[in-house]
């Protein structure tokens, strides 16, 4: 450690690496992050002022939007930025926040599908009995036990020692640049950080696998057809949003890495970090009636709105 001089800020060179495709990338990234914005709170919105959706599936749902919303924004805001500066520099104190809330956020979107799965189950299995079994106390504890676990596995990564190279190949404080800046990084970190991840990530995933695994024995029991295809399709959305996540987090996450691949990385990253978040709503919206018919109200109610004010201000004129 004598050798090493310590690190007090990082360079996220990212970016830098594509300079011909920065202007579009800045184009895409800010008008899929207003999207974003737009369709996770109009959902946030929909559910909290519809009483017919206050029901554990909705409440989950929720929770999931406003943690989308809140990883894209530890994200995207500081990426756009970095698109238009020269100076990409970040302090330590700073990388640390961002992937403190980054990964501790994944982590939770990962154990609210996890509980999703478990509440489409309950559903299915105890109908008659499933808002006693799924209270929102229980919604509210699952939520926070996801947060607390995901807390915990970043504090632990961050109690590595950085030294000497300060650039980080990346375009946000991301685990694997991150760690492969420590001077003390060995191979007994590496598989430890891959464990971790692979905890949040597999553990999770094989969570909500054993929920339809149940969810399909009870479904292919039922004697008519009508009852199997409604029971799957309270479903459908939530597979489809598993596969697309789990797909994306498991290339970024679980596949070996080497040197040479960072640039293919970061490009599936930002495919992560910005189009998972965006298809998430868009699958919920055109998959659930209940859901079209509480944003259609959120839209009428906002044009009404808007009608409203440019009356008034052609009044006063």
Same mark, same amino acid.
């Given at each position: 450690?004598?050798?090493?001089?310590?690190?007090?800020?990082?360079?996220?060179?990212?970016?830098?690496?594509?300079?011909?495709?920065?202007?579009?990338?800045?184009?895409?990234?800010?008008?899929?992050?207003?999207?974003?914005?737009?369709?996770?709170?109009?959902?946030?919105?929909?559910?909290?002022?519809?009483?017919?959706?206050?029901?554990?599936?909705?409440?989950?749902?929720?929770?999931?939007?406003?943690?989308?919303?809140?990883?894209? @924004?530890?994200?995207?805001?500081?990426?756009?930025?970095?698109?238009?500066?020269?100076?990409?520099?970040?302090?330590?104190?700073?990388?640390?926040?961002?992937?403190?809330?980054?990964?501790?956020?994944?982590?939770?979107?990962?154990?609210?599908?996890?509980?999703?799965?478990?509440?489409?189950?309950?559903?299915?299995?105890?109908?008659?009995?499933?808002?006693?079994?799924?209270?929102?106390?229980?919604?509210?504890?699952? @939520?926070?036990?996801?947060?607390?676990?995901?807390?915990?596995?970043?504090?632990?990564?961050?109690?590595?020692?950085?030294?000497?190279?300060?650039?980080?190949?990346?375009?946000?404080?991301?685990?694997?640049? %991150?760690?492969?800046?420590?001077?003390?990084?060995?191979?007994?970190?590496?598989?430890?950080?891959? %464990?971790?991840?692979?905890?949040?990530?597999?553990?999770?995933?094989?969570?909500?696998?054993?929920?339809?695994?149940?969810?399909?024995?009870?479904?292919?029991?039922?004697?008519?057809?009508?009852?199997?295809?409604?029971?799957?399709?309270?479903?459908?959305?939530?597979?489809?949003?598993?596969?697309?996540?789990?797909?994306?987090?498991?290339?970024?996450?679980?596949?070996?890495?080497?040197?040479?691949?960072?640039?293919?990385?970061?490009?599936?990253?930002?495919?992560?970090?910005?189009?998972?978040?965006?298809?998430?709503?868009?699958?919920?919206?055109?998959?659930?009636?209940?859901?079209?018919?509480?944003?259609?109200?959120?839209?009428?109610?906002?044009?009404?709105?808007?009608?409203?004010?440019?009356?008034?201000?052609?009044?006063?004129?």
């Amino acid at each position: 450690m004598d050798n090493h001089t310590t690190v007090s800020t990082f360079l996220l060179w990212g970016f830098s690496s594509f300079p011909d495709l920065q202007d579009l990338l800045f184009v895409m990234v800010f008008f899929s992050h207003v999207t974003i914005l737009a369709a996770n709170v109009s959902i946030m919105v929909a559910i909290k002022l519809n009483h017919r959706l206050h029901i554990p599936m909705y409440f989950f749902l929720c929770g999931l939007s406003f943690s989308e919303t809140c990883t894209t @924004m530890v994200i995207i805001p500081r990426m756009l930025v970095d698109l238009l500066s020269d100076s990409k520099s970040i302090s330590i104190f700073e990388c640390a926040t961002q992937m403190f809330f980054f990964f501790g956020l994944s982590g939770n979107n990962c154990f609210i599908m996890a509980a999703m799965s478990y509440d489409r189950y309950m559903a299915i299995h105890n109908p008659l009995h499933y808002s006693i079994l799924m209270t929102r106390k229980i919604c509210f504890q699952l @939520m926070m036990a996801a947060w607390l676990v995901s807390m915990c596995i970043v504090t632990i990564v961050f109690n590595l020692s950085f030294c000497d190279s300060n650039t980080i190949q990346h375009f946000f404080c991301d685990i694997s640049p %991150v760690v492969c800046l420590a001077c003390d990084y060995t191979l007994s970190y590496e598989m430890a950080i891959f %464990v971790l991840s692979a905890f949040v990530l597999v553990g999770s995933f094989i969570l909500i696998m054993i929920s339809y695994v149940f969810i399909g024995s009870i479904v292919m029991k039922m004697p008519s057809a009508k009852g199997r295809y409604k029971a799957f399709s309270t479903c459908s959305s939530h597979l489809t949003v598993v596969c697309i996540h789990y797909g994306f987090a498991g290339f970024v996450y679980l596949r070996p890495k080497s040197r040479d691949s960072f640039r293919e990385v970061m490009l599936m990253a930002v495919t992560y970090t910005v189009l998972t978040p965006l298809l998430n709503p868009i699958v919920y919206s055109l998959r659930n009636k209940e859901m079209q018919i509480a944003l259609r109200k959120i839209v009428d109610s906002a044009n009404r709105f808007i009608l409203q004010m440019v009356n008034k201000r052609t009044l006063n004129i």
